[in-house]
């Protein structure tokens, strides 16, 4: 069964820094992993997809990374800014199901 | 406003009682979900559908049911409703199968 972890759970970060969200699963057999933003009492927003066959994929400030065979992702977020602040989840796509990380809460301080 | 719309947003169930969670899509989406997102944990998915007429099982399934007579419809009922289906509902769909999925606002359901 595939297992999904975020690490941090939670992360406070100044306006302006760069900073580095981690994804990790445990089997790399997935057609591709996606990256989502949930704001609180709100539903998830699809940010980025990645493909499988692909390595990277970028949104403007957001740039996620994929290394499949070692089971992780990345997003990077760029000059971080007080909007940025919400719950961040990765999901996999293994073909008949997608499974969700726990997600890390971003804080972004002014 | 085009996207996925469920109701009710908040509910307190009785132990034993049922209720039926609604999610409406107007983007003529054939692949629909519910998911289930217990605090501090990620979604996991209670069940899916490819089309009208069309459903399956996800992670976690057992206490719900759910029907697809309608492209635009998809409901989750809860049958004798048990503390453990306290959670927050999410309703999705997509045009690609689990791709880029558009979400709905959630509805919080508290059984007491």
């Known amino acids: 069964k595939q297992e999904v972890t975020q690490i941090p759970a939670a992360l406070s970060v100044p306006e302006g820094e760069n900073l580095v969200l981690n994804c990790s699963f445990t089997d790399s057999a997935i057609y591709n992993l996606q990256w989502f933003r949930q704001d609180p009492g709100k539903g998830l927003t699809s940010l980025l997809l990645?493909?499988?066959?692909?390595r990277e994929q970028t949104s403007g400030r957001l740039n996620a990374s994929l290394d499949k065979s070692s089971g992780r992702s990345t997003l990077y977020i760029a000059a971080s800014q007080p909007g940025d602040s919400a719950t961040y989840l990765c999901?996999?796509?293994?073909?008949?199901?997608?499974?969700f990380g726990t997600g890390t809460s971003l804080t972004v301080i002014p | 406003n085009a996207g996925v719309t469920q109701t009710p947003k908040f509910r307190i169930l009785k132990i034993g009682q049922s209720m039926t969670l609604q999610c409406t899509q107007d983007m003529n989406h054939n692949y629909m979900y519910w998911y289930r997102q217990d605090p501090g944990m990620g979604l996991k998915l209670i069940y899916y559908?490819?089309?009208?007429?069309?459903?399956d099982k996800g992670e976690v399934p057992n206490g719900y049911n759910v029907s697809r007579s309608t492209t635009e419809d998809f409901p989750l009922r809860l049958e004798l409703a048990a503390p453990s289906q306290t959670s927050v509902y999410f309703c999705a769909s997509s045009y690609v199968i689990w791709q880029e999925g558009y979400f709905g606002a959630g509805t919080r359901l508290s059984v007491l």
């Open positions: 990645i493909q499988s066959s692909q």
């Open positions: 559908s490819v089309g009208a007429g069309i459903t």
């Open positions: 999901a996999v796509d293994t073909g008949n199901q997608f499974y």
